[in-house]
């Protein structure tokens, strides 16, 4: 449960880092995604979900 509250408060921070940062850029990025199409972005949301889960497993040595 520990780890999970991490990442949570990674994404967080990550977010406020964005929001808090670079509003502009926050704003044109949440338009151009309204303007994707819906194929694209569950692909891309499936890519980054498996890239995390590697890098998880990676980090966690279970590959190695």
């Known amino acids: 449960m520990s780890d999970f509250l991490t990442a949570i408060g990674l994404v967080?921070?990550?977010e406020?880092?964005?929001y808090g940062g670079?509003?502009?850029l926050a704003k044109k990025m949440a338009?151009?995604?309204s303007q994707a199409p819906v194929?694209?972005?569950r692909a891309a949301g499936l890519v980054?979900?498996?890239l995390g889960?590697?890098?998880i497993w990676f980090m966690r040595g279970s590959i190695l």
């Open 31 to 33: 338009w151009d995604v």
């Open 22 to 24: 670079f509003p502009f």
């Open 16 to 18: 406020g880092l964005l």
């Open 48 to 50: 980054a979900m498996a």
């Open 39 to 41: 194929e694209l972005l």
């Open 12 to 14: 967080l921070v990550i």
């Open 53 to 55: 889960v590697c890098l």
